[in-house]
């Protein structure tokens, strides 16, 4: 199945059609997209896996790949590091991103297929859907949705099944 998120920051599950936050400057191509850029990149992506918070949450009920996240997860932001656009474990010596966040964006993140088959260095890396901030607040480049909106996505999203932003 392709899940469709438009540019209006919208998102259609079986339960209806739900609010979702984009990049804090909106879309942008895929082939524009550049790393720090703050824009969600157009096109479809697959739905790679899961990660979670369990001392938060329980396991999301999902048949994609699907573990906790530990404490050490990080994800690596260095356009010139071997590493760029993939899991890397803390401390890591490059630029990155921690998972275990306290904010609650992260207790779950559904990582997309952009730009890692391979990753192309400065193209944008860590493009996840992940749980909104506040009033659906801008993202760095991420989808965000409810809590319950992301729980509900992963119930019914299957190996194969892909995101398209349009």
């Not at 979702?20 to 400057?25: D, I, K, Q, V």
């Not at 992506?45 to 050490?72: G, H, K, N, W």
Request: net charge negative; proline share 8%; with cysteine.
């Amino acid at each position: 199945m392709e899940w469709q998120v438009s540019q209006n920051g919208s998102l259609a599950l079986e339960v209806g059609i739900v609010p979702a936050a984009l990049g804090r400057t909106g879309v942008t191509k895929a082939s524009d997209k550049r790393e720090g850029d703050g824009a969600t990149p157009l096109g479809c992506y697959s739905l790679r896996r899961v990660l979670y918070r369990a001392d938060r949450i329980a396991r999301p009920v999902t048949v994609l790949t699907c573990r906790a996240i530990r404490e050490d997860d990080g994800w690596c932001d260095a356009p010139g590091d071997p590493a760029y656009n993939r899991p890397v474990r803390l401390p890591y010596p490059a630029s990155h991103e921690a998972l275990w966040r306290e904010d609650g964006l992260y207790d779950i993140i559904l990582v997309l297929g952009h730009n890692d088959d391979p990753p192309i260095a400065g193209s944008g890396s860590a493009i996840f859907l992940h749980c909104k901030r506040g009033d659906y607040e801008p993202t760095e480049g991420c989808v965000a949705l409810a809590p319950k909106d992301v729980r509900a996505l992963l119930a019914a999203a299957r190996p194969g099944d892909s995101l398209r932003i349009s």
